[in-house]
């Protein structure tokens, strides 16, 4: 029987995770904008999700917006003792689904009083600080005004833990001056490396480092290799990509999301593959 906690367990926010948790992002609809496809079919991922034992669930009430963190308290509240939700801000929605800055102490606060409204909670475990120098990714910009607004959450008891998304190292060590980080969470995938040495120093440092787009987001990944490899192994493209993450670097957390119950089984079965030295070395390549 398939169980996920072959994974491993990381500590986050002073909690143990499991290695391998759930991306809410998919259970909006087309291009995280507006209500899901399918209302019952996301509360049914959602709880079964929880029933193979996941208890880190990544979400934003710029999802939608407002939908992910509804969905997510229709379908698990009262919340399991066990579960992490981990949220972000720093940014909105426009009406035409683009995504823009909100980085103004106003706008924060009012992320977070939103995050806390839809997900009916009174404290957020963990609110990462999504910087928006560039949508596209990480780029040069001076984090000090919006995360002094952060800590201020915090220190009202409106927020627990901070994390940091879409940054590059130096934001981070101008990061570690004003606030405790937990965490980061950056795009990172087999085919998208550039965090390699940034996530051997956080791993050095005890943070968790949660990649998103781990299968490549909106434009999924393609390679001879990964699919070589795949096939030699029984598995599917995807599922070896998200254990070459698990495989990587110890404080590695998968968030990998899926509007499907099968999918989401699917990606829940990398707890039990383990890639030989061969294969990785294959897949190393690609990166």
Not at 26 to 43: E, I, K, M, N
Not at 99 to 106: E, N, Q, R, S, V
Not at 197 to 217: D, H, N, Q, S, T
Request: glycine share 8%; proline share 6%.
């Amino acid at each position: 029987m398939m169980t996920i906690e072959t994974a491993g367990t990381y500590s986050l926010a002073g909690r143990s995770v499991k290695r391998i948790g759930y991306g809410a992002m998919q259970l909006a609809g087309p291009g995280v904008f507006g209500p899901p496809r399918d209302h019952q079919q996301a509360l049914d991922v959602l709880r079964a999700a929880i029933a193979a034992g996941v208890n880190h669930v990544d979400t934003s009430d710029f999802y939608g917006p407002h939908v992910t963190n509804q969905l997510i308290r229709e379908a698990l509240s009262p919340y399991p003792d066990d579960l992490l939700i981990v949220t972000k801000i720093g940014a909105r929605r426009g009406h035409d689904a683009s995504w823009l800055p909100a980085f103004g102490p106003d706008e924060l606060k009012r992320a977070v009083e939103d995050n806390l409204t839809n997900l009916g909670l009174e404290t957020l475990d963990v609110v990462n600080l999504r910087l928006m120098f560039d949508v596209h990714g990480p780029a040069e910009g001076s984090l000090a005004a919006p995360l002094r607004a952060v800590a201020d959450l915090q220190r009202q008891g409106l927020v627990r833990h901070i994390g940091l998304s879409n940054i590059t190292p130096s934001q981070f060590e101008e990061a570690r001056g004003i606030a405790d980080i937990v965490c980061v969470q950056n795009q990172y995938n087999i085919a998208h490396r550039t965090d390699d040495a940034f996530i051997e120093r956080l791993a050095g440092e005890g943070v968790a480092y949660v990649p998103f787009f781990p299968l490549g987001g909106f434009n999924p990944l393609q390679s001879a290799a990964l699919s070589k490899v795949a096939a030699r192994l029984h598995a599917t493209p995807m599922q070896v990509a998200l254990a070459w993450l698990l495989q990587h670097a110890p404080n590695i957390l998968l968030i990998p999301g899926t509007s499907s119950v099968a999918h989401l089984h699917e990606n829940l079965a990398v707890a039990s593959l383990t890639l030989p030295e061969d294969a990785i070395a294959e897949l190393n390549s690609i990166g």
